[in-house]
């Protein structure tokens, strides 16, 4: 069983950056590829950027590319999204997930453990 549980999000303007951290309780976090998702009101939930179990991999959904980047500590069992150059529409619902194949997939059903959420909101 692994928990995880995001930081808070919050309001900022557009061109400004935010760092999300998605924090995992449970044993064996490093065998899990964490993944970045979101969901705009209306919309479905997207990829927006993983990173393997072993941090030697990332992948990054192209409207993010540039301008996100994700990383972790794994002496931490943290992983990180620095968002910089926000966008209005960046804003969405963010969730991190693990991927127990260890590999960070960009489809949301390999998933088996997400966060709560926490939101990003990104003023014009």
């Known amino acids: 069983q692994l928990q995880l549980l995001e930081s808070e999000g919050g309001l900022v303007q557009a061109g400004g950056s935010l760092r999300l951290s998605c924090g995992a309780s449970?044993?064996?976090?490093?065998?899990?590829?964490i993944g970045w998702f979101r969901q705009a009101p209306r919309k479905e939930r997207e990829f927006v950027a993983a990173?393997?179990?072993?941090?030697?991999?990332?992948d990054y959904a192209d409207s993010v590319k540039g301008r996100f980047t994700i990383f972790r500590d794994n002496a931490e069992n943290t992983v990180y999204l620095q968002m910089n150059n926000l966008k209005p529409e960046d804003t969405a619902v963010y969730y991190c997930?693990?991927?127990?194949?260890?590999?960070?997939?960009?489809?949301?059903?390999?998933?088996?453990?997400w966060g709560r959420g926490t939101q990003v909101t990104v003023s014009s």
């Open positions: 997930a693990a991927d127990p194949t260890g590999w960070g997939s960009s489809r949301a059903t390999v998933y088996m453990y």
């Open positions: 449970g044993r064996a976090y490093t065998n899990y590829g």
């Open positions: 990173v393997s179990g072993s941090a030697g991999r990332t």
